[in-house]
Nanobody, 128 residues
């Protein structure tokens, strides 16, 4: 089965550090990619999937309160790629970060059920 969304860039980083996650959607056509809302979610062990940041087709962005001012979501239509730049990472956070895409009802939503397409996830560990 072809994975349509492929995350990369995770790993281990020290608290206070920075990291950039990438989500490649090279299998999407340009039209599909530019008409999909896209977002980053994360899931810590034993917890539900949490919306982190979203980027809608009109450029609207939305961030979870916990990451505002520290994370930046961006999208490169020509490269069919979504990014999440994370600064000032907090210690003790281990989560799998997922890229998601779809035609959502609400603009830049952080509700997981709104997205029909998901990557396999990429783990991030922040150590103190």
């Amino acid at each position: 089965q072809v994975q349509l969304l492929v995350e990369s860039g995770g790993g281990s980083v020290q608290a206070g550090g920075s990291l950039r996650l990438s989500c490649a959607a090279s299998q999407y056509t340009y039209i599909t990619f530019t008409t999909y809302s896209m977002a980053w979610f994360r899931q810590a062990p034993g917890k539900g999937r949490e919306g982190v940041a979203a980027f809608d087709t009109d450029g609207t962005t939305n961030y979870a309160d916990s990451v505002k001012g520290r994370f930046t979501i961006s999208k490169d239509n020509a490269k069919r790629a979504l990014y999440l730049k994370m600064n000032s990472l907090k210690p003790g956070v281990t989560a799998i970060y997922y890229c998601a895409a779809g035609r959502t009802r609400d603009i830049a939503t952080l509700i997981p059920d709104e997205y029909a397409n998901w990557g396999q996830g990429n783990q991030l560990t922040v150590s103190s």
